[in-house]
């Protein structure tokens, strides 16, 4: 393989490891508070605004019927509006982002409501505030699922960056398409789809660690 | 044990009332005009068959859950309408322990039972040595750094005791606290539950559908129907005459006296046409419980008398004793009176033929 081959494929890397990491960095910083928000605001619940829970419930779910190469391309306005460009690696973390905030926010939602709803009475017997329910119970609680959401974002944003190609996003999945696919580089290809498998399966294997190391519900001797 | 002595706080329902809507417009009574006043320091027991409104009740002792009428007061502040940081503190003033522990996973043992005090901003060094005089007084000492899902039920409900007590409450509420607890598991937690109210004096309402358990360790107990107190009093004498249905029928199952089936199947209301014999409970409280009635019974009034169960047990200091007798029919009356003369209680069950 020519070395300038290499330097595509290094290149490559680089750009997608760049998109999804920004990404999953502004779709957390988004989705978390948005997810916590959604699990805590139906009616009767901690922070009960049961309208505005309704109404960002139904944006999410909006955003997640858009496929995310539609999306790609019918925000290109917003996107240049954000990035100063809709073209390039840059303008891909817009979409890219939008995708994942409603995604990471369900998931973050479940991971809340699964936390015993007996917790929340015991922390709300101790005269606990809601913000002190969120802070030292649910989040707390909800931590080891949380951090299997995001692992579960994070490999799906990797995914999704292959086709950010279509606005210049280029990264793997672009490198594959132009290289792989219209120039008959089946080797290409080939190295393309090995790279993102070790990818996703690093990112999978970190994730659960994480989870598992800060997950203490069961006894790792298998105790009671 | 540096235990500063808490006094434990009254606690007064006042015709309280909770209604729910259910779907429909068809509203529920929970509980319905229930008035019961405990006092401070005492152990009283609220018991109850599942949905009766017991836990509704106790729930609204620390306001989560709040009457639709009438009032409830802890220490003569009302629960029932405060609100914000008010009702945060009164929450502070009243501990609670649950069924299913309600322990943190992901916090050790001294992080569970410093829960409470963060929330009360207490600064991090006297949660420190509180934490440590806690788990002392429950007996975790070498757990301190384990995790619940590490420990057995009765450890774990332990965690609960300490975590309710960690901001020196005035009242303990125990929502079932042993129900999910083995016979022998279930004795030690109320012991020490005993332990803390004789030595930090605080008041603690518990609710309960065993018997046994109030026997164990309330002073007082109420009995709940259908969101209605239907008895209550001290335990002693609710157990020794009870006299609501509801209350016999918890009852029975917590003396250990209860008819042999060969006895049960045969039992009917009416006397039989000829002879036949009749089935008798006769309980024997007090100085009576030892003694020896029933062979005076024969000795003196020659009535033949045929025991076919009984025990004598002790609620608190007192001994109780609990016999099923069948008598002729014919001089059935005869022996009650005798008995009743003697201050014994006698109670018909049915015939047999």
Same mark, same amino acid.
């Given at each position: 393989?020519?070395?300038? $081959?290499?330097?595509?494929?290094?290149?490559?890397?680089?750009?997608?490891?760049?998109?999804?990491?920004?990404?999953?960095?502004?779709?957390?910083?988004?989705?978390?508070?948005?997810?916590?928000?959604?699990?805590?605001?139906?009616?009767?619940?901690?922070?009960?605004?049961?309208? *505005?829970?309704?109404?960002?419930?139904?944006?999410?779910?909006?955003? &997640?019927?858009?496929?995310?190469?539609?999306?790609?391309?019918?925000?290109?306005?917003?996107?240049?509006?954000?990035?100063?460009?809709?073209?390039?690696?840059?303008?891909?973390?817009?979409?890219?982002?939008?995708?994942?905030?409603?995604?990471?926010? &369900?998931?973050?939602?479940?991971?809340? &409501?699964?936390?015993?709803?007996?917790?929340?009475?015991?922390? &709300?017997?101790?005269?606990?505030?809601?913000?002190?329910?969120?802070?030292?119970?649910?989040?707390?609680?909800?931590?080891?699922?949380?951090? $299997?959401?995001?692992?579960?974002?994070?490999?799906?944003?990797?995914?999704?960056?292959?086709?950010?190609?279509?606005?210049?996003?280029?990264?793997?999945?672009?490198?594959?398409?132009?290289?792989?696919?219209?120039?008959?580089?089946?080797?290409?290809?080939?190295?393309?789809? *090995?790279? $993102?498998?070790?990818?996703?399966?690093?990112?999978?294997?970190?994730?659960?660690?994480?989870?598992?190391?800060?997950?203490?519900?069961?006894?790792?001797?298998?105790?009671? | %044990?540096?235990?500063?002595?808490?006094?434990?706080?009254?606690?007064?329902?006042?015709?309280?009332?909770?209604?729910?809507?259910?779907?429909?417009?068809?509203?529920?009574?929970?509980?319905?005009?229930?008035?019961?006043?405990?006092?401070?320091?005492?152990?009283?027991?609220?018991?109850?068959?599942?949905?009766?409104?017991?836990?509704?009740?106790?729930? %609204?002792?620390?306001?989560?859950?709040?009457?639709?009428?009438?009032?409830?007061?802890?220490?003569?502040?009302?629960?029932?309408?405060?609100?914000?940081?008010?009702?945060?503190?009164?929450?502070?003033?009243?501990? %609670?322990? !649950?069924?299913? !522990?309600?322990?943190?996973?992901?916090?050790?043992?001294?992080?569970?039972?410093?829960?409470?005090?963060?929330?009360?901003?207490?600064?991090?060094?006297? #949660?420190?040595?509180?934490?440590?005089?806690?788990?002392?007084?429950?007996?975790?000492?070498?757990?301190?750094?384990?995790?619940?899902?590490?420990?057995?039920?009765?450890?774990?409900?332990?965690?609960?005791?300490?975590?309710?007590?960690?901001?020196?409450?005035?009242?303990?509420?125990?929502?079932?606290?042993?129900?999910?607890?083995?016979?022998?598991?279930?004795?030690?937690?109320?012991?020490?539950?005993?332990?803390?109210?004789?030595?930090?004096?605080?008041?603690?309402?518990?609710?309960?559908?065993?018997?046994?358990?109030?026997?164990?360790?309330?002073?007082?107990?109420?009995?709940?129907?259908?969101?209605?107190?239907?008895?209550?009093?001290?335990?002693?004498?609710? !157990?020794?005459?009870?006299?609501?249905?509801?209350?016999?029928?918890?009852?029975?199952?917590?003396?250990?006296?209860?008819?042999?089936?060969?006895?049960?199947?045969?039992?009917?209301?009416?006397?039989?046409?000829?002879?036949?014999?009749?089935?008798?409970?006769?309980? !024997?409280?007090?100085?009576?419980?030892?003694?020896?009635?029933?062979?005076?019974?024969?000795?003196?009034?020659?009535?033949?008398?045929?025991?076919?169960?009984?025990?004598?047990?002790? #609620?608190?200091?007192?001994?109780?004793?609990?016999?099923?007798?069948?008598?002729?029919?014919?001089?059935?009356?005869?022996?009650?009176?005798?008995?009743?003369?003697?201050?014994?209680?006698?109670? %018909?069950?049915?015939?047999?033929?």
């Amino acid at each position: 393989m020519s070395a300038n $081959l290499i330097n595509l494929l290094l290149e490559a890397t680089g750009q997608t490891l760049y998109m999804v990491a920004i990404s999953a960095l502004f779709g957390t910083l988004l989705g978390l508070p948005l997810g916590l928000f959604l699990a805590t605001s139906q009616r009767g619940e901690l922070v009960s605004m049961p309208w *505005v829970n309704k109404i960002l419930g139904l944006v999410v779910n909006a955003t &997640r019927s858009v496929p995310f190469i539609i999306l790609v391309v019918a925000i290109i306005p917003f996107t240049r509006m954000v990035a100063g460009t809709s073209i390039g690696t840059t303008a891909a973390i817009v979409p890219l982002t939008i995708a994942t905030v409603p995604f990471i926010a &369900r998931l973050v939602e479940n991971a809340i &409501r699964e936390v015993d709803a007996g917790l929340i009475e015991a922390a &709300r017997a101790m005269g606990a505030t809601p913000v002190q329910i969120i802070t030292k119970v649910l989040l707390r609680e909800a931590l080891p699922s949380i951090i $299997l959401g995001l692992t579960l974002a994070i490999v799906s944003l990797i995914g999704y960056s292959a086709m950010v190609g279509a606005v210049g996003g280029e990264g793997l999945g672009d490198l594959g398409i132009r290289y792989g696919y219209q120039r008959f580089m089946p080797d290409v290809m080939a190295i393309v789809v *090995v790279i $993102l498998i070790v990818l996703v399966q690093l990112v999978q294997s970190i994730g659960e660690r994480i989870a598992a190391a800060v997950d203490k519900r069961a006894t790792k001797s298998g105790g009671q | %044990m540096t235990e500063n002595k808490t006094r434990g706080a009254s606690i007064a329902f006042d015709t309280v009332g909770k209604s729910f809507n259910k779907a429909g417009g068809v509203s529920f009574n929970a509980l319905d005009n229930v008035s019961l006043s405990v006092a401070p320091g005492s152990i009283t027991g609220i018991i109850g068959r599942s949905g009766a409104g017991k836990s509704t009740l106790l729930r %609204m002792v620390n306001g989560l859950e709040r009457p639709t009428s009438g009032r409830v007061l802890v220490a003569g502040q009302e629960v029932s309408t405060a609100k914000g940081a008010q009702l945060r503190a009164i929450r502070r003033d009243v501990g %609670m322990i !649950f069924q299913h !522990f309600n322990l943190l996973s992901t916090r050790t043992v001294a992080g569970n039972i410093a829960l409470p005090l963060e929330i009360a901003g207490v600064k991090a060094p006297q #949660i420190k040595t509180r934490v440590a005089d806690l788990i002392d007084r429950v007996g975790l000492t070498d757990h301190a750094g384990r995790y619940p899902a590490e420990l057995s039920g009765g450890q774990k409900q332990r965690i609960g005791i300490a975590r309710a007590l960690a901001t020196e409450p005035k009242v303990l509420l125990s929502d079932e606290a042993t129900s999910a607890l083995d016979p022998e598991t279930t004795q030690t937690v109320l012991a020490l539950l005993k332990d803390i109210n004789r030595d930090l004096g605080l008041t603690i309402l518990l609710i309960t559908h065993e018997m046994a358990v109030v026997r164990d360790i309330a002073s007082h107990v109420a009995v709940i129907e259908a969101g209605r107190i239907v008895e209550h009093g001290a335990t002693y004498d609710i !157990f020794t005459a009870p006299q609501h249905a509801t209350t016999r029928s918890f009852l029975s199952g917590v003396t250990g006296v209860t008819l042999p089936a060969f006895v049960r199947d045969r039992l009917v209301q009416n006397a039989p046409a000829h002879g036949g014999e009749e089935v008798v409970r006769v309980t !024997f409280t007090g100085t009576h419980a030892t003694d020896p009635m029933l062979a005076r019974l024969t000795k003196d009034m020659g009535i033949p008398v045929n025991i076919l169960a009984g025990a004598i047990e002790e #609620i608190g200091t007192h001994p109780y004793g609990n016999l099923l007798i069948s008598l002729p029919v014919l001089q059935a009356a005869q022996a009650r009176a005798f008995l009743e003369n003697h201050g014994l209680t006698t109670e %018909m069950l049915g015939y047999v033929g």
